[in-house]
């Protein structure tokens, strides 16, 4: 969810402000995403690497992460929605921690959607972990087997907002195959308009998983 920091340049106005406003683009994409048939949706909220930001930044972040997990989990949960987190919890505050548990075991038997949050995730440290993970002999389906994201299917479109055309070590492994579509759309201004658009690019696309065309999986 890339573009935050420069939609608050835009509109003169803080950084912290922008991380506001993109975190109710995603409020508003979700509650307007229900009949779009998505059945797992993953954010990259916060990575391994953004610990390096300023501390006020990254404490206005956790802030943010706090406000939504106390006062939006209930909404979602009332909505059908399963949350879940990817990353490495373990770098976030304890009272995050319990909160983050609270949110997966309250909304552990809803079907509606799943949202999976990454947080504190990157995805080279998710392969270490899970290749430390493994006892036997390492293979495609053990290492698929020992990451964050072994109960969902791997992606079948990737998003990226705000201009950028790279991956920022968010799920290396899980997009093998993963059809990529960039926007220069900043994050806080990307709504479920946006959200069409990116579906309707996605299925122009042939994929073909390597095979010939017409042979595909
Ligand atoms: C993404 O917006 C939000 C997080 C990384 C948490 P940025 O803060 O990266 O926004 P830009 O790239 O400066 O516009
Ligand atoms: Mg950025």
């Given at each position: 969810m890339d573009g935050n920091g420069r939609w608050a340049t835009r509109h003169g106005t803080s950084r912290k402000a922008?991380?506001?406003?993109?975190?109710?683009?995603?409020?508003?994409?979700?509650?307007?995403?229900?009949?779009?048939?998505?059945?797992?949706?993953?954010?990259?909220?916060?990575s391994s690497e953004n610990w390096q930001r300023s501390p006020e930044e990254v404490s206005d972040l956790m802030d943010l992460l706090r406000y939504y997990l106390r006062h939006e989990i209930k909404k979602l949960h009332k909505d059908g929605v399963k949350v879940c987190f990817i990353g490495d919890r373990t770098a976030l505050s304890s009272d995050l921690q319990t909160e983050l548990e609270k949110a997966e075991l309250l909304t552990e038997?809803?079907?509606a959607l799943t949202l999976v949050v990454a947080l504190s995730y990157g995805s080279r440290?998710?392969?270490?972990?899970?290749?430390?993970?493994?006892?036997?002999?390492?293979?495609?389906?053990?290492?698929?087997?020992?990451?964050?994201?072994?109960?969902?299917p791997e992606p079948d479109l990737l998003?990226?907002?705000?201009?950028?055309?790279?991956?920022?070590?968010?799920?290396l492994w899980q997009c093998a195959y993963t059809e990529?579509?960039?926007?220069?759309?900043?994050?806080?201004?990307?709504?479920?308009?946006?959200?069409?658009?990116?579906?309707?690019?996605?299925?122009q696309r042939e994929r073909r998983f390597g095979s010939r065309p017409g042979l595909a999986a």
């Open positions: 922008g991380h506001q406003q993109g975190s109710e683009a995603l409020r508003n994409l979700l509650e307007n995403s229900r009949e779009l048939g998505v059945e797992v949706f993953t954010v990259y909220a916060f038997n809803n079907q440290q998710e392969l270490v972990r899970a290749m430390n993970k493994i006892d036997g002999e390492i293979t495609v389906d053990a290492v698929c087997n020992a990451l964050d994201t072994a109960n969902w998003i990226r907002t705000g201009g950028e055309k790279r991956l920022s070590n968010f799920l990529l579509y960039f926007t220069e759309t900043l994050w806080p201004d990307f709504t479920i308009e946006h959200l069409h658009e990116a579906l309707a690019d996605y299925a």
